[in-house]
């Protein structure tokens, strides 16, 4: 079992989802529904989508801090262009557009300046959010058009077209990771910076690559909480970020690099966002929804923590087990009898060997 874990990180999530499930119907049977399922991935999609695009960063063994200001300045353009006469497909277009050259900017940053992730990314977090408040003043962005709205209206099964589209999503990049030489590139870069370098992938362009895709994922992000809320606030996408590296730590992707898949970052997100739900539905006050999380979080990743640690002890006991001296042998240990052996020990202790 602990090897299945260990192979499959996503299973974690998984398990965690589940049981929240089991746990919640036992108190309420009307919670285990289709309805329920298709209510939490609704509430989810915004940070799906940027659980997604950090995922593939993380996988580079960078990280992205400001993905929430870049899906906040994003969901500010879409908001401005949509009330200056813009048409939608245009206007989501041009916002794609601003969100894939955030995030290549913040590329640029790591793999050519050199600046490391963190600190790149937390400079263009204040620079994002700035820009967001420049552009409004400071004000919301109201007045939508209902054709952006009706972007998150379902139309099948329950689901929108920016939930379909968000499994399209998932599913292109599961492939492009899992199936393809470059996107298995993400991972090599992330395990071995150097070897990759060796071996002709280019790590610069992976990473900037990473970065860009993160920022478009961004945008889409931006967009979906513009459509489903139909307003734009002035602090949209504040605090995301946490959550997006919280849900892809949670689903399996190592802060290391190299490890996990885009699925585990979307069983991530589901289960943090499934946390909020369930509170709603025991009519917990607002407050206690991030402790609660924040709590449930770390029980989680301590659990993923141990058994991390109790998988590499045993395969160093594999390992190296062959080199161990056989119980047997140990435990048959005689004294030499009739002469014909002399230890060399005892030997010494009586005076030499002659």
Same mark, same amino acid.
């Given at each position: 079992?602990?090897?299945?874990?260990?192979?499959?990180?996503?299973?974690?999530?998984? %398990?965690?989802?589940?049981?929240?499930?089991?746990?919640?119907?036992?108190?309420?049977?009307?919670?285990?529904?289709?309805?329920?399922?298709?209510?939490?991935?609704?509430?989810?999609?915004?940070? %799906?989508?940027?659980? %997604?695009?950090?995922?593939?960063?993380?996988?580079?063994?960078?990280?992205?801090?400001?993905?929430?200001?870049?899906?906040?300045?994003?969901?500010?353009?879409?908001?401005?262009?949509?009330?200056?006469?813009?048409?939608?497909?245009?206007?989501?277009?041009?916002?794609?557009?601003?969100?894939?050259?955030?995030?290549?900017?913040? #590329?640029?940053?790591?793999?050519?300046?050199?600046?490391?992730?963190?600190?790149?990314?937390?400079?263009?977090?204040?620079?994002?959010?700035?820009?967001?408040?420049?552009?409004?003043?400071?004000?919301?962005?109201?007045?939508?058009?209902?054709?952006?709205?009706?972007?998150?209206?379902?139309?099948?099964?329950?689901?929108?077209?920016? #939930?379909?589209?968000? $499994?399209?999503?998932?599913?292109?990049?599961?492939?492009?990771?899992?199936?393809?030489?470059?996107?298995?590139?993400?991972?090599?870069?992330?395990?071995?910076?150097?070897?990759?370098?060796?071996?002709?992938?280019?790590?610069?362009?992976?990473?900037?690559?990473?970065?860009?895709?993160?920022?478009? %994922?961004?945008?889409?992000?931006?967009?979906?909480?513009?459509?489903?809320?139909?307003?734009?606030?002035?602090?949209?996408?504040?605090?995301?970020? $946490?959550?997006?590296?919280?849900?892809?730590?949670?689903?399996?992707?190592?802060?290391?690099?190299?490890?996990?898949?885009?699925?585990?970052?979307?069983?991530?997100?589901?289960?943090?966002?499934?946390?909020?739900?369930?509170?709603?539905?025991?009519?917990?006050?607002?407050?206690?929804?991030?402790?609660?999380?924040?709590?449930?979080?770390? #029980?989680?990743?301590?659990?993923?923590?141990?058994?991390?640690?109790?998988?590499?002890?045993?395969?160093?006991?594999?390992?190296?087990?062959?080199?161990?001296?056989?119980?047997?042998?140990?435990?048959?240990?005689?004294?030499?009898?009739?002469?014909? +052996?002399?230890?060399? +020990?005892?030997?010494?202790?009586?005076?030499?060997?002659?």
């Amino acid at each position: 079992m602990r090897k299945l874990l260990q192979n499959n990180r996503e299973l974690t999530a998984l %398990m965690a989802i589940l049981a929240l499930f089991v746990l919640l119907g036992t108190l309420d049977r009307s919670y285990i529904s289709l309805q329920t399922l298709t209510m939490i991935f609704s509430s989810a999609q915004i940070l %799906m989508l940027l659980a %997604m695009g950090a995922a593939l960063v993380m996988l580079t063994r960078n990280i992205d801090v400001s993905v929430g200001s870049t899906a906040g300045l994003c969901a500010v353009a879409l908001g401005l262009l949509l009330n200056a006469g813009w048409g939608l497909t245009a206007a989501i277009l041009a916002t794609l557009l601003v969100g894939g050259l955030a995030g290549l900017f913040n #590329g640029v940053l790591v793999a050519w300046l050199r600046i490391p992730a963190i600190v790149a990314t937390l400079g263009t977090l204040g620079l994002y959010r700035g820009l967001m408040l420049l552009l409004t003043g400071g004000r919301w962005i109201e007045g939508l058009p209902s054709g952006l709205k009706s972007l998150s209206s379902p139309i099948w099964l329950g689901i929108s077209p920016i #939930g379909w589209s968000v $499994m399209v999503l998932l599913a292109g990049l599961f492939w492009l990771c899992g199936r393809t030489a470059y996107g298995r590139g993400f991972y090599a870069v992330g395990d071995n910076l150097q070897g990759a370098r060796q071996l002709g992938v280019p790590v610069d362009t992976l990473r900037i690559a990473a970065f860009g895709i993160n920022g478009l %994922m961004a945008a889409l992000a931006g967009i979906t909480f513009a459509s489903q809320i139909g307003f734009v606030p002035n602090q949209t996408g504040s605090g995301l970020e $946490m959550k997006a590296i919280a849900a892809c730590v949670l689903g399996g992707i190592s802060l290391l690099g190299g490890t996990g898949t885009v699925v585990g970052a979307i069983l991530g997100a589901y289960f943090l966002t499934q946390i909020d739900s369930v509170l709603v539905l025991l009519r917990l006050p607002a407050w206690w929804n991030d402790f609660i999380a924040g709590l449930v979080l770390l #029980g989680v990743l301590i659990f993923d923590g141990r058994l991390r640690r109790a998988l590499d002890l045993s395969r160093r006991r594999q390992k190296y087990a062959r080199f161990l001296p056989e119980p047997t042998a140990v435990n048959s240990k005689k004294k030499p009898t009739g002469g014909a +052996h002399v230890n060399v +020990h005892d030997a010494d202790k009586k005076g030499g060997v002659a």
